[in-house]
């Protein structure tokens, strides 16, 4: 078998037409094939994001109280706090205002700081000194407030920011600590210390990992969200105990209680269903990219049935005119795939602002490729073995 590729290439030069519209279904097919295998990789990754805390030793306890007014509310949930700190196995307890596992479409916050010109997209998360404890925070910068246990009310006083809040508003950590936070969710708040990222919000919303915690308590509403921290090992335990100390109060409200699991959670979910949609979509994509090959080299070899013909009178056997075939294929794929990728990497600066965090797969992209040039060179085969069948007898017919 000779691979020559002279004789493709003058061939491509007799025919630019169909050489032009192969290359651009082959640049359209691999630019929407890396773009969808990036997209799916990224709903993978943010699907699949840790909240950070200590989730084995961690329950949310949700409830929404009809009716009422706000001193009703407060008494309320000041009862429920001090109930579930009461209760055996349970190490702490605070009310919060925002949760990954909360599933209501709200908006983040615009922070600023009077003494600063940057700006900065994070989430208040209200709640209480005892939230550190609570939540497993650690100070990367300054100190957390005192866990006062019951103070689970007031007018917010301090803060404590993750690090990438503090680095977007600030610069560093260090610079952040007492200095002042306001947004228009929030009255100026002093920052008493930079804890680890953590994310409050789920991870498909903006800057998830961007948090203020505000003390001062969540505010009243009939809807509360309480964390509550086990002993270790205890979870399950604890929680069936939350559940039956508030089990006669079904008729009057509705209460939740579930372990702080984001691996059964719904951004999980949906993360991985949105990344298998996008696989599929890409894997019709590229079956499409094929047919268009496989049409357009059936063409040319109709085309050429009495050039086929000739060649085999001169002496090439079936190989010669299959490795003909895919070496003309190859050319085509190399020239597609690169403007493909070009048309990728204007995509993935495209996607960049939507898609926060986005990073070039390199594995995705290149397993794309493989699947697509094994895909191609499968559908190249198809008309090639149909040619390498043409009987020399075909070059005499004409005459």
Same mark, same amino acid.
């Given at each position: 078998?000779?691979?020559?590729? #002279?004789?493709?290439?003058?061939?491509?030069?007799?025919? =630019?037409?169909?050489?032009t519209?192969?290359?651009?279904e082959?640049?359209?097919?691999?630019?929407?094939?890396?773009a969808?295998?990036? %997209?799916?990789?990224?709903?993978?990754l943010? #699907?699949?994001?840790? %909240?950070?805390f200590?989730?084995?030793n961690?329950?949310?306890?949700s %409830?929404y109280t009809?009716?009422?007014?706000?001193?009703?509310?407060?008494?309320?949930?000041?009862?429920d706090?001090a109930?579930?700190?009461?209760?055996?196995?349970?190490?702490?307890?605070?009310?919060?205002?925002?949760?990954i596992?909360d599933?209501?479409?709200i908006? $983040?916050?615009? @922070?600023?700081?009077?003494? %600063?010109?940057?700006?900065a997209?994070?989430?208040?998360a209200f709640?209480?000194?005892?939230?550190p404890r609570?939540?497993?925070?650690h100070?990367?910068?300054?100190?957390?407030p005192?866990d006062a246990?019951?103070?689970?009310?007031g007018?917010a006083?301090?803060?404590?920011?993750?690090?990438?809040l503090?680095?977007?508003?600030?610069g560093? $950590?260090?610079n952040?600590i007492?200095?002042?936070?306001? +947004?228009? /969710?929030n009255?100026?708040? *002093?920052?008493?210390?930079?804890?680890q990222?953590?994310?409050m919000?789920?991870? @498909?919303? $903006?800057?998830?990992?961007?948090?203020?915690?505000?003390?001062?308590?969540? $505010?009243?509403?009939?809807?509360?969200?309480?964390?509550v921290?086990?002993a =270790? #090992?205890a979870?399950?335990?604890?929680?069936?105990?939350?559940r039956?100390?508030?089990?006669?109060?079904a008729?009057?409200r509705?209460?939740?209680?579930? +372990?702080?699991?984001?691996?059964?959670s719904?951004?999980? *979910?949906?993360?991985?269903?949105?990344?298998?949609?996008?696989?599929?979509?890409?894997?019709?994509?590229?079956?499409?990219? /094929?047919?268009?090959?496989?049409?357009?080299t059936?063409f040319?070899v109709? /085309?050429?049935?009495r050039?086929? #013909?000739?060649?085999?009178?001169?002496?090439?056997?079936?190989a010669?005119?299959?490795?003909?075939f895919?070496?003309e294929?190859? @050319?085509?794929?190399?020239?597609?795939?690169l403007l493909?990728?070009?048309?990728t990497?204007l995509?993935?600066?495209m996607?960049?602002?939507? @898609?926060?965090g &986005?990073a070039?797969d390199v594995?995705?992209?290149?397993?794309?490729l493989?699947l697509?040039?094994?895909?191609t060179?499968?559908?190249? &085969?198809? =008309?090639?073995?149909?040619a390498a069948r043409?009987? =020399?007898?075909?070059?005499?017919?004409?005459?």
């Amino acid at each position: 078998m000779r691979l020559d590729a #002279g004789p493709v290439l003058r061939t491509l030069r007799r025919q =630019p037409a169909v050489f032009t519209m192969l290359v651009l279904e082959i640049a359209a097919g691999v630019a929407t094939l890396t773009a969808l295998l990036l %997209s799916a990789s990224w709903y993978g990754l943010i #699907g699949a994001q840790h %909240s950070s805390f200590d989730e084995e030793n961690l329950l949310l306890v949700s %409830s929404y109280t009809p009716g009422g007014d706000e001193a009703a509310l407060v008494a309320s949930q000041r009862a429920d706090l001090a109930r579930l700190r009461a209760i055996p196995g349970v190490e702490a307890a605070s009310s919060v205002s925002l949760s990954i596992l909360d599933a209501r479409w709200i908006y $983040p916050a615009l @922070f600023k700081s009077p003494d %600063s010109k940057r700006r900065a997209v994070g989430w208040p998360a209200f709640t209480d000194d005892a939230a550190p404890r609570t939540l497993g925070l650690h100070a990367i910068a300054g100190t957390l407030p005192p866990d006062a246990g019951g103070d689970d009310g007031g007018a917010a006083r301090e803060a404590y920011m993750t690090i990438c809040l503090a680095k977007a508003l600030f610069g560093s $950590p260090a610079n952040a600590i007492g200095r002042f936070v306001e +947004s228009d /969710q929030n009255v100026p708040v *002093r920052v008493r210390a930079v804890v680890q990222n953590a994310t409050m919000r789920i991870p @498909f919303m $903006p800057h998830a990992g961007c948090v203020l915690f505000i003390a001062g308590g969540a $505010p009243v509403g009939h809807e509360a969200q309480v964390y509550v921290r086990t002993a =270790p #090992g205890a979870r399950d335990t604890v929680q069936t105990r939350v559940r039956d100390a508030f089990a006669g109060e079904a008729r009057r409200r509705w209460i939740d209680v579930r +372990s702080l699991d984001t691996t059964d959670s719904q951004h999980v *979910r949906v993360g991985h269903g949105l990344a298998a949609f996008l696989s599929i979509i890409g894997a019709l994509v590229g079956v499409n990219a /094929q047919l268009g090959a496989l049409a357009a080299t059936s063409f040319l070899v109709a /085309q050429r049935r009495r050039q086929i #013909g000739i060649r085999r009178a001169l002496g090439a056997t079936k190989a010669d005119i299959v490795a003909y075939f895919l070496v003309e294929s190859g @050319f085509t794929m190399l020239a597609g795939s690169l403007l493909g990728l070009g048309g990728t990497v204007l995509l993935f600066l495209m996607m960049r602002p939507f @898609f926060q965090g &986005l990073a070039v797969d390199v594995g995705a992209i290149a397993a794309g490729l493989v699947l697509f040039w094994s895909a191609t060179i499968a559908a190249t &085969l198809v =008309p090639a073995l149909s040619a390498a069948r043409v009987p =020399p007898s075909v070059a005499s017919r004409s005459l």
